[in-house]
């Protein structure tokens, strides 16, 4: 069984997301330990890009934070290694294309399953290209989590039976950032998964509040949250590990 699945094996999953670096890498590794103590299920670690197009100003701000302060993928790599000392937990990266390009896939998704990474989100990567990137997954058992989006639409069962570890379900058209309401039908997307694949889904794109949280648990496995935390973050700076933890449990226990 695919580590990630773990995550979903007690219950409905609440899945911080944190841009690593910002404002730096201690206080990154501080965020991650409060949230599993809070009772995050699975962790996704934002590797910083420079042109990051899935995200909307609250989540560009921390890459442009993060970058300014110097994080490269090496010393993510490195803090990643040190993380595995005591969170046991699932993590994925949350990247883009260019970033896996630049680096060497096979060396970047090598050290991936090295440092005990247990899957890649790649928001710009079209389903139709994922072999640039699958077969090097599979070769170093590391899962590329698909993205099924509002625009999906007769891609969505196709998308659903081959996906690996959990299906990330865009809930809104756009960028990511807070909404006030989600109107996607998502219950119809999320009924053609169920008839095409038992892998969990999780909802992610403008949840930020324990209300949005719980409906969406009522027709998905798990929620994904970012820009609230990041907001968090910005707000607290390096003293932000006590109110992202206050977060994580108030959404938790949300969506038990």
Do not use: H
Request: glycine fraction near 8%; include cysteine; hydrophobic fraction near 45%.
């Amino acid at each position: 069984m695919s580590n990630i699945k773990s995550a979903f094996a007690k219950g409905k999953a609440f899945i911080p997301f944190i841009t690593c670096g910002d404002p730096d890498l201690e206080t990154t590794g501080k965020l991650v330990r409060a949230a599993v103590d809070s009772g995050a299920d699975l962790i996704e670690l934002g590797i910083p890009f420079s042109d990051p197009t899935a995200e909307g100003p609250v989540i560009q701000g921390a890459n442009i934070r993060a970058l300014k302060g110097g994080v490269t993928t090496d010393k993510i790599f490195d803090f990643v290694r040190v993380l595995r000392e005591d969170v046991k937990i699932p993590l994925v990266f949350m990247t883009y294309a260019n970033v896996v390009f630049s680096y060497g896939a096979e060396a970047f998704i090598s050290t991936c399953r090295g440092i005990g990474i247990d899957g890649i989100i790649l928001p710009d990567l079209p389903f139709e290209e994922k072999e640039e990137f699958e077969p090097l997954c599979q070769k170093y058992d590391v899962d590329l989590i698909s993205l099924i989006a509002p625009t999906s639409k007769e891609r969505i069962a196709m998308i659903a039976r081959e996906a690996k570890g959990f299906l990330y379900i865009v809930s809104s058209l756009g960028v990511t950032g807070a909404r006030s309401e989600i109107t996607t039908d998502l219950s119809s997307i999320i009924k053609v998964v169920r008839k095409n694949t038992d892998i969990p889904c999780a909802i992610g794109f403008g949840i930020s509040t324990p209300e949005q949280a719980r409906k969406m648990v009522g027709i998905a496995d798990g929620v994904i949250v970012g820009s609230a935390i990041i907001k968090l973050m910005a707000e607290y700076g390096t003293d932000a590990s006590e109110p992202v933890g206050e977060y994580v449990k108030r959404m938790k226990n949300a969506i038990k």
